[in-house]
Structure formats: C-alpha cells, structure tokens
C-alpha cells in the first residue's frame, strides 16, 4: 500500500511558498526586507473562512506537519499522526495551515537566504527573531488566506508559545488556543541547556562565526552535540531505562578506544546528533534557541501572566506530561493558573506518559482522545459564532 | 585571622608522594608499571591503628579535601567543611586519609605522566581505569601507611561508588561504608551525559586525540562544555531558578550578539567552564567519565546487588538528598533496599535540599548532624571490637 492510501492521511501535498514584500519591522528594532514563507495546507477552507487551524512547529520543526511530498517518501510530516481525516486535527473538518517560521531551515526566509543589500547569504547578520516577529508573519499569511479568525491556534513547546502570543497579541483573532508541552517562559535550567548546546556550536572552528558557508564547510561536531544535548532533555530518563538501559552493544565489556560506542545509548545519541547535523542549518538553531530565551509572556505585562491573559478571548487546552521535565506539568499549571485568575476558560489535561517532552510528538492514546474531543468541541462552536459573528 | 587559625581547621597540610613500584594489573587486563599516589593525612592513627577513615574522591577531585596548603591559600581543600576537629569527619577523633586517585591530574599517575616505556607522556595511551582499580591501589596505601582495617570509607558520587566497592572486595578491611549521592551503576541519562561530554572534548580540534600537550595546547573549549554539561546536572531545576532565575546582566532586553551573556546563569556557567578548563587535564575527565560508566556493582555477582552486598561485613549509612536528579533518592534507596536484603545493618538518610547533587559537598544542617552522629557512633565501636580483634 502506498503511502497516500493510508486511511487518515492527508496524501500527497505539496508546499507553497509565498513571498511577502512588505518589510516587517522585528521586535529587535531591525527590519526585514522581504521575505518569503513556505506553507502547507490540508483539508479545505469552508466559505465562511472560519475552519482554519494554524499548526505552530517547535525548534527544529518545519511547514511538512502532514502527508507526503511524494509517493516514494518513507516518512510522513512531523505530526502526521495528528492530522488528517479523522485524527485529532481532523482534515475532513478543518483547514490545516502549517508554515516554516522565518529564520527558519525549511524554505522560509533564514540565515542561509541571500542578504538583498549585501548580495551575500545572510549567515549570521540575520536579525534575531522573537516569537511575536513569528506570529506576526503568521497574521500576514492569515489575511493573505483570508482567515480573519483562526478556529484554532496549536503548538507544542515552542509551538505552544506561538499560540499563547497569538491569544494575547490578536486576541480577536482566535476561537481557541491549543498549548501544549509550554511554559510562560524558560526555567534557568531550560536557559543553561540552551546555552551550552550554542557554545557547542560556536566552538566548532567549522563554525566560522557563522560563516560556514562561505567557507564551504558546516560545524558538524557542533551542531551535532548541541542535538545529542537536546535530545537528552526530550526524553525522560524511564524512557531511556526502558530504551536502553545500559545495554552493551557487544554484549560485553571490552573497554575500547574512544571511537567505541559501548552503550547502546551511545550510538543512538551519536546517530541522532549526526542526523541532524547533516540536515540544520546552525545559525537557524542559534536562532531558535535564543527565541525561546528571549519568550517571557508576562514581561510586557509587568511580569503578570495574569495580566497578560486579560487580553486574550480564546478557549484555552493547555497539555502537559508527567515525564516532561524540560517543560514539566508544573510549567503547564502555571499557565493554567494564570488563565484561570484571568477568568478564562481553559481545559487542561496533564497525561500520564514515559516519553518526557517528546509524547507531545507521539500518539499517546489518552493525549489523542482529549485533543480530539476538544477538536470536536471546536468544530461544534464554528456554527453559532459564525452567525453570532454575522449579526 | 589567618584561615589555619580558623576553628575547626585542620590548619596547614602538606601533601605527600608516595611512590609504588609493584606493577598493578588493571581490571582492563593492562598493566600499570609503577607509578606515584599523592595523598594528605589529617589527625593521628592511633596505637592500634583502628580510627583511621579513607575519603574517596568524585570526578573532579583531588586529595587535597581539608586545610590549606599555605597561609596564603584562599580556599581550602573540597571537604573541608565536613573534615576537621568537631566537625562530622573528626581529625580529633579520626586519622583521615585522602588521595588523588591513578588517572587523575592532581599528583598522581595520570595520562599527564610520562610513560616510562616510551619516554612520553601517556596521553590517550594512558590505561582505561575502573573503580576497582581504585580501590587495589588504595588497599596498597592502607598496606603502607599500617592500616589493616579502615574504621570508615567515605565517599560521595563517584566517591561513594569506591566505597561500596571496598566493602564487597576487601570486606574484612571496612568497618563502616558511608555512600553519600551514589548508585549501584549509572542510569541511561547519566551515560547520555557522559557521552555527550566526551564528545565535547574529543570534537575540539584542539584534542589532537588526546595528545594536546605534545602538541603545547589545551583543549580548552571542549572540556569547558563538558564541564557546564555536567554542572547543570549537579544542580537541581529550583536552585538554578533560586539563584538565577532569568535575571538579565543589563537588566533589560537587547539582543547582542553570539559573544555575549545576556542571562546571568549564561555568564555564570561560562565562567565555571572557562575555570575548569584551565585547571583540568582532558585526558582525565574522559577516563574519570568512563570509570562511572563501567561501573555495576552487580555485574559480577549475575546483576543481583543483593548478592553482592552478601559479601560485605561492614555497616552502611546511605545518604541522598532529594533534588539530586543525577543519582536521585531512588537510586540510594535501590542500594539501601538491596542491604536489607542481604541483611546487612543499614542507615539511610533523605536529606530535604535545594542544591542537586552538589548538596552532598554543602554543609547542610541536617545532613552533617547525621553524619557527625553516624561518625560518632563509628568511634564509640572503636574500642570493643579492637579489644574483640585482639581475642
């Protein structure tokens, strides 16, 4: 059977891209010429333009959430076990908008995009983003669709981010927001693992203060102990018990050279550290991790999520995991907490999983079921408020 | 006042090379030709040489745990508020021997020596040490100094890793085994971690595989990743938070460039990297990582510690701390449930504390009550079994 068969897949889909000429002014005071935004959508725009879900990726994420680019892929979007017909986010109800944010490696405009005023590629001048830059592209997608409201806001952990932005930055211009696997803002830890995994990359003398490709080369060590870094903090340490335990690759102990992997974990990291390596842009990931730094919802609001949250209209699913400790439930219940004091209306499911921050990504079935009956109610809501809307 | 005036101070030490030219058969089936043991002694053996107590050192050790080396010194040795007269490891009482382990880089034979085979340094040819090496050339120091049997061996982390093994290899020649912050092996995270900080080191050009100092350089970069890996893991999420939060070093936004800190835990981080960097040889934090890695207690006895503790004769106090998340309070208490059924006399104490696993070298409270009283109890059981031993 072929990919595009499988019951529930959106099939095969191709991305778009779309250029933006009209500079954006970023929260760092630079500007932005013009920009392009690599976009995917699933299922169909309903006539009143009110069935739109935007999907917010996380930091290596991109605009492929769902489906295939060609029969001959191997592997689905990234979170193609939740969206389609008939999945939590179901493409027979909704129209998916899924897009790769800008400083972004998949197609959008990023360091590796030529710099129009210097003919060179931007590399590290790129101007650093911050999440509202990012919602503030994403609303210049929506009028371009014609989504004055989105039915839905979704992200998981930096993705969540975006959505919580969302609510608090055009409030009027989202039904609900679904947060899951966030916090209001990184713990000192969170920070600490951030910066270590930059200093990685930095070191690197493949790095070349950014410029790596201009030197035709790429900080691959780099890149790939600041994924190896990551990776460790997705993951619960049940999980990595489970997983691999301290399983020998050879069965035994033979003490080797440091070019040994003895563990099974050792290998594992290594492969998904040179994975990655081979396919991120590092500038991108410097990006990224300095985005969520910076991400402090109650700043503006002089340090009052509570605050923050006034301005919002949206429902809110708030989604946390037992095993995540990068994003730990206690994160989730701040936000929750902060929603709550705000008089809105929120549901929050915190769900019993081993998989640490990396279950928002997995098919758990309790996690599933909740994010499909709070789809379920969203699409019910669509009806009525349009009308009301109308009057 | 000049510090070794300070009460409770052992006051000015001097260390002591002891040479040891009987080769040493490595559990890596290599042989080490003779080489040097650094240690310090604080107190005095008694007549019967019965009060003595071994303090075994974690990964970055040295044998300089108490006093100062010079008026002029600043800091005094790493234990040092737990080591002195009054304090729970009593040099009124006890005679205390502390000794920077083979492979380390603080006096003792290392990959920093010359191999005398070859007229160069050792380097990476340096031989994979395990803990039970540690122990055997301990053993020959206890043989030397005229200690037949260790009133205590004390140790945490890694420390307390040494500690559990002298009780099962030499279980006539412990009387008491303090395992502070330990485990019967490391979990999967904990390798994870290891890893990634090996690689750190191994990826910096810098490294030269491991002959760096042949080459009139220091892999600098690489072991400050390393050592800031392992820093976030020694402290707990809440003490980070306590001490940093996200304070900024400005006090305000303003994104700057990669170069700079903008968080004060980034600049506090750096600095303990860049620290550890200039005073720490690569060669042995790789070694030093490695011996935690193949350490499991059980493995000899069919991966059941309870048979393994069979063959200890001493008594255990176990201590962990509960925000420690390298090795947890479940992992002490898999030791302490192992002891009870192999029906070995055990105390275990779950000390309540913000600081990680760094906890276990603070002079909390609680934690030194208990250890001053369990140490007490180690001197009243000096006199009637020496008198029983005498029989």
New interface residues.
């Given amino acids: 059977m072929e990919p595009r068969a499988a019951a529930g897949s959106v099939g095969i889909v191709t991305p778009r891209t779309q250029r933006f000429e009209q500079p954006l002014e970023l929260a760092?005071g630079r500007t932005l010429p013009g920009y392009d935004i690599v976009y995917e959508t699933y299922g169909t725009l309903n006539a009143d333009c009110s069935n739109a879900v935007l999907i917010c990726h996380a930091l290596s994420g991109n605009a492929h959430a769902a489906g295939y680019h060609s029969p001959a892929d191997r592997k689905p979007g990234w979170w193609d076990n939740c969206i389609g017909p008939g999945k939590p986010i179901d493409t027979s109800r909704f129209f998916v908008v899924s897009l790769n944010n800008i400083g972004g490696c998949a197609g959008s405009t990023g360091p590796h995009s030529v710099n129009p005023a210097t003919g060179r590629i931007w590399g590290?001048d790129f101007p650093?983003v911050?999440v509202r830059d990012w919602v503030a592209t994403q609303r210049r997608l929506a009028d371009l669709l014609g989504i004055e409201r989105w039915a839905a806001v979704v992200g998981g952990s930096l993705g969540g981010m975006q959505a919580m932005r969302w609510a608090i930055d055009h409030p009027e211009r989202v039904r609900h927001c679904v947060v899951i696997a966030a916090a209001l803002?990184?713990?000192?830890?969170n920070?600490?693992?951030n910066?270590?995994a930059?200093?990685?990359i930095?070191?690197?003398?493949q790095f070349h203060d950014?410029w790596f490709l201009e030197h035709g080369t790429l900080p691959r060590?780099?890149l790939?102990?600041a994924r190896?870094?990551g990776h460790?903090t997705y993951?619960s340490?049940e999980l990595?018990?489970d997983?691999?335990?301290?399983e020998l690759r050879s069965g035994s102990?033979a003490?080797g050279s440091?070019a040994d992997?003895?563990?099974q974990?050792?290998s594992y990291?290594?492969y998904q550290?040179d994975q990655f390596a081979d396919n991120f842009d590092a500038n991108t990931y410097?990006l990224m991790t300095?985005a969520l730094?910076?991400f402090?919802l109650a700043?503006d609001f002089g340090d009052d999520p509570v605050e923050a949250f006034r301005r919002a209209r949206a429902r809110f699913l708030v989604v946390s995991f037992s095993s995540d400790?990068r994003f730990s439930p206690r994160r989730s219940r701040e936000i929750v907490d902060a929603l709550l004091a705000a008089h809105r209306d929120v549901s929050y499911v915190e769900i019993e999983a081993n998989e640490g921050h990396d279950a928002f990504l997995l098919p758990i079935p309790r996690y599933h079921d909740a994010l499909q009956r709070y789809m379920e109610q969203v699409h019910a809501d669509l009806a009525p408020r349009s009308v009301a809307d109308a009057r």
């Fill in positions: 760092c590290p650093v911050r803002k990184l713990s000192a830890q920070l600490a693992f910066e270590i930059r200093k990685a930095v070191a690197d003398p950014g060590q780099g790939a102990i190896m870094i460790v993951l340490d990595m018990g997983k691999f335990g301290r102990f003490p440091e992997a003895e563990f974990v050792q990291l290594r550290g410097l300095r730094d910076y402090d700043r400790w």
